[in-house]
């Protein structure tokens, strides 16, 4: 029996790197500290290790050639990151995207667009959850659904003790349309009506009280949380950035991701402050990370004219694949926890899917069909908690193979093949 | 491709070896200058051209979390310059496309730096915290040695020690956080005013005002992490970026830190940003002269200038309380982010303009600086990219300061409401030679750096050189290296980059009694977000540079 301590769990984006994992004869029998989800994602350790090739078994290097050479022959290539690999491997098919000259997306596109948009367009003032744990006097949890962030509340806010909180915190709790985070001091409900409209003439009564008001309930609400937050040194508004996770734009409202940042902003010009917005797990921050660094951009990248460009309105997955030009596609990652209706347009399109549990996911019956290790717990590597802290992963049993080794080889395969000819016309 | 080589009679210019303009070959093999190669080495014809070591960046913001940051807020940059990959030679490793603009990405980063005939690049703000994030980048930032600087100044245990009255203990830690981060100096920003702009205090920071404690104060801060600097034999002293940047009147502040660490190795970064002094209207005026008179005065101090250069820029530092003053008054587009028990980050885009008064006195301190100064070894070259403006500006900036008749052009353009009272506008006739340009941008640095086999080309350096066509305009002579040596290896050929090696990792890990170990595992478990025990970087690609 091996305990590993202080790994860290990817089931949710608070990435919790304090799990003690117990490993017997290479299956994971216990993850303490680990909530259900966590303890759901690190699961026994068993995962399925078929290579596919066209529905066939096939060997690893039958299998990468397949791929490699679907994607030299493709005209409008796809690259998709999906969740569940290290950044190192992240890194590596961000290569892979750039030789091949395909467009290069993540899971964020489909989630959190318009808070990516939003923070690119005004910025935004945000800090680490550390920050939060032993700075944030006042937190305001803006529509936070615990259940999606089981340990949230004992690892960074609000149960912690703070380093600078001798005389605790409050705790505010908005709920939009429902109950929210509880317990809490104040809780308010507002209709999501008002949403986009409290969120924003609360930032404008944070900046200047004496601005011109409206009438109505959305700005009672704000009068009232401005109140409370102005009492406060540092402010902490946490709200979840993909609140509908699972449909097909889950950031919410038009305008709530503007109203957001503008509010992280406005935290700061008579009190400090911040807003912390949440994701889910696999490394989803870590994306887009590694894009940025390559490519300059978080999301929605088109290789396709030799340089990076943005195109987060017509070039995400999505769009790319709903306008039917796409003719393969290389997944990486965990396909399982992609946006439906990606899925459902990837599987139209000749795929490779090189992931964990690949060939028990949605997209199983594609071209090529690699399972791999799972970051986190067959590989080991790094990934980014929500709030862009590095963590490393560790292997925790043996599995299939990594991600990041096959990758490389696949960047290999596809750097040294044949470049095609690229006309003007034909890729525009 | 690390073959014999030989550079034929080029005119070197090795101040580190006093020699300034003399026709000499330089003799390279396994990725070292040597005193000879085999008549069969390959040869390039270097007569009639200009030969020096690679290019040194003492400060720069190149590689981490922060930069990615701003990458991430600057996609209308990037879109305005796209970086197609070069065209390397057959056998190399795959070339990567990116982006441009005043915060390239990874790989673009590399390939101009080379291309500038700069070889070695220091990252000079990284929050340890995320010392991952910078190797993972300086990984993917091809060519260039690089290392980076740990912040420490801001640091919640750092404080708790020097609070405790635990000196030993203190070095003890900083040993600890160096080594832990994969760092190679540490760092100092606003020494106490990071913390007080997160903890909602706007005052500014004097060097003996009381931070929640009598015992820390921004003096305490300096002094305990330079003696911290000097005991443990660091290579590069402690690098400093002093209290209350871009305040008029500031240049009390950085002349009594200097007076605080006397006798005290300390570099002190970006200069310019602190040395204005406050007119009786209140408003900025050089302070170039005050603060050049004490850095020549005083052989223990080191500096970098920090010069802005007309054109667009990303002020991105962890003093976020400047960024927020920034952004208040630019109205640009802003990002904070505080970072806990060590940092704080900001970012906003700018542009200095040479009609904007504030920008035209900025220019004007940074030449003085670099006008004034006695001794080219202790005063280097910087832009603090990409805050006064890209690395790219770095050939420009040669020319100022190397052709009096182009800089007397250039300041009569500039806004003059601020120059009252500048040397720069009473006439400075100064003109750096190629040897004292070689010295503000290779062999100084190197030398303040600590870096051994860098910044010269004597026997045993490493085989890092860039040659130059002699051009009237200095500046498209630096802007086009006609090839340039890194470690041996023949990365730019004819002016095009043609190789893309991997660069090293510049580190230092000092021994530090693992006694220590135990209270801090006790701060982490009752404060930090992280486990002790995921926090320490665990594996880098080179071995550290010795601390002895």
Not at chain 1, 141 to 155: G, I, Q, S, T
């Amino acid at each position: 029996m091996v305990k590993f301590s202080s790994a860290t769990c990817l089931g949710c984006g608070c990435a919790c790197d304090d799990i003690t994992v117990t490993v017997r004869e290479n299956r994971i029998v216990g993850a303490a500290r680990a909530c259900a989800m966590g303890a759901a994602w690190f699961g026994d350790g068993l995962a399925p290790a078929r290579v596919t090739v066209d529905g066939g078994d096939a060997s690893l290097a039958e299998a990468l050639s397949a791929a490699a050479r679907l994607l030299n022959h493709a005209t409008r290539p796809l690259v998709f990151l999906a969740p569940d690999v290290s950044m190192e491997a992240q890194r590596i098919a961000v290569a892979v995207a750039d030789t091949c000259r395909a467009s290069l997306d993540n899971v964020s596109s489909a989630t959190v667009a318009r808070s990516i948009l939003a923070g690119q367009e005004i910025g935004r003032a945000t800090a680490t959850l550390g920050e939060v744990r032993n700075r944030a006097d006042i937190l305001l949890f803006w529509d936070v659904d615990p259940a999606r962030y089981p340990r949230f509340a004992e690892r960074y806010a609000p149960d912690p003790i703070g380093l600078y909180l001798a005389d605790g915190r409050r705790v505010i709790s908005v709920g939009v349309g429902g109950a929210a985070w509880s317990p809490a001091d104040v809780t308010v409900r507002i209709s999501p009506d008002d949403e986009v409209v409290t969120l924003t003439a609360l930032a404008a009564l944070l900046t200047d009280p004496g601005c011109v008001q409206g009438d109505g309930n959305a700005w009672a609400h704000a009068r009232m949380l401005s109140d409370i937050l102005l009492s406060g040194r540092y402010v902490v508004a946490v709200a979840d950035a993909e609140p509908g996770s699972g449909a097909p734009d889950s950031s919410g409202p038009t305008g709530r991701a503007d109203a957001l940042w503008r509010l992280s902003h406005a935290l700061n010009h008579r009190t400090r402050g911040a807003v912390v917005t949440l994701r889910a797990g696999g490394n989803r921050t870590g994306a887009e990370a590694a894009m940025t660094s390559a490519a300059g951009y978080p999301m929605a990248v088109d290789y396709s004219q030799g340089v990076p460009r943005y195109r987060p309105h017509d070039g995400t997955a999505g769009a790319l694949l709903a306008s039917g030009i796409v003719d393969a596609a290389l997944v990486v990652g965990d396909a399982r926890l992609v946006d439906h209706g990606v899925v459902a347009d990837l599987a139209n399109v000749p795929c490779v899917v090189l992931g964990p549990a690949a060939s028990g996911g949605p997209l199983a019956r594609s071209r090529v069909v690699i399972d791999t290790a799972r970051a986190g717990v067959h590989e080991d590597g790094t990934a980014l908690r929500m709030d862009d802290v590095p963590l490393p992963l560790r292997a925790l049993v043996t599995g299939p193979p990594p991600a990041r080794d096959l990758l490389t080889t696949l960047a290999a395969l596809v750097a040294t093949a044949p470049r095609r000819s690229v006309g003007a016309g034909e890729r525009s | 491709m690390s073959e014999p080589l030989r550079i034929v009679g080029g005119t070197v210019y090795d101040p580190a070896h006093g020699i300034d303009g003399e026709v000499r070959d330089i003799c390279i093999d396994a990725g070292k200058v040597v005193a000879d190669v085999s008549t069969s080495a390959r040869r390039i014809d270097a007569r009639g051209l200009v030969v020096m070591p690679g290019g040194v960046d003492i400060h720069s913001h190149v590689a981490g979390s922060s930069v990615n940051a701003a990458r991430r807020l600057l996609p209308e940059e990037h879109a305005a310059d796209p970086a197609p990959a070069p065209s390397l030679a057959d056998g190399e490793p795959w070339p990567r496309s990116g982006a441009g603009g005043t915060v390239p990405t990874t790989f673009t980063t590399g390939y101009r730096y080379a291309g500038l005939g700069y070889t070695t690049v220091f990252d000079a703000a990284v929050a340890p915290l995320h010392a991952r994030t910078s190797h993972a980048e300086l990984d993917e930032t091809p060519i260039v040695d690089a290392g980076f600087y740990v912040l420490a100044g801001n640091d919640a245990y750092l404080w708790q020690l020097i609070d405790r009255g635990e000196r030993e203990r203190a070095r003890q830690y900083v040993a600890w956080l160096l080594g832990a981060a994969g760092g190679y100096a540490l760092k100092v920003v606003n020494p106490g005013g990071v913390e007080l702009w997160k903890r909602g205090l706007r005052d500014r920071v004097g060097l003996d005002d009381a931070l929640g404690s009598t015992r820390v104060t921004a003096r305490a801060i300096l002094e305990t992490l330079c003696a911290a600097a000097d005991e443990l034999r660091l290579p590069h002293a402690t690098h400093i970026h002093c209290n209350d940047l871009g305040v008029a009147g500031n240049i009390a502040t950085t002349l009594a830190s200097m007076q605080a660490l006397s006798g005290r190795r300390a570099h002190f970064t970006h200069v310019q940003f602190h040395a204005y002094a406050s007119g009786p209207d209140g408003r900025r005026r050089s302070g170039a002269r005050a603060l050049v008179e004490h850095i020549n005065a005083h052989d223990s101090i080191t500096a970098d200038v920090g010069q802005v250069m007309f054109g667009p820029a990303t002020t991105l530092t962890a003093d976020g309380a400047v960024e927020y003053l920034l952004y208040k008054s630019s109205g640009r587009k802003w990002v904070n982010s505080d970072i806990e028990l060590e940092t704080g980050c900001g970012i906003v885009p700018h542009a200095y303009r040479e009609k904007q008064s504030v920008a035209a006195l900025q220019w004007v301190v940074g030449l003085e600086i670099f006008l004034l100064a006695a001794d080219p070894w202790r005063v280097v070259l910087s832009t603090d990219h990409p805050n006064g403006g890209s690395f790219l500006a770095y050939p420009e900036l040669m020319r100022l300061l190397m052709d009096r008749t182009y800089r007397a052009d250039c300041l009569k353009r500039v806004n003059p409401a601020l120059l009252g009272g500048s040397a720069l506008a009473d006439g400075l006739g100064r003109e750096y030679t190629l040897r004292e340009i070689a010295i503000v941008t290779r062999a100084g640095p190197a030398r303040i750096l600590g870096l051994r086999d860098k910044g010269h080309l004597g026997v045993g350096a490493d085989a890092d050189v860039t040659i130059y066509t002699p051009n009237a305009d200095w500046s498209a002579m630096f802007a086009t290296p006609r090839y340039v040596v890194k470690g041996g290896t023949l990365v730019v050929e004819e002016g095009h980059l043609r190789r893309a090696p991997r660069g090293g990792r510049l580190h230092v890990r000092p021994d530090y009694d693992r006694a220590i170990e135990g209270p801090l595992r006790e701060f982490f478990d009752r404060h930090a977000t992280v486990a002790f025990d995921n926090y320490p970087v665990r594996t880098l690609p080179d071995r550290p540079v010795p601390t002895s």
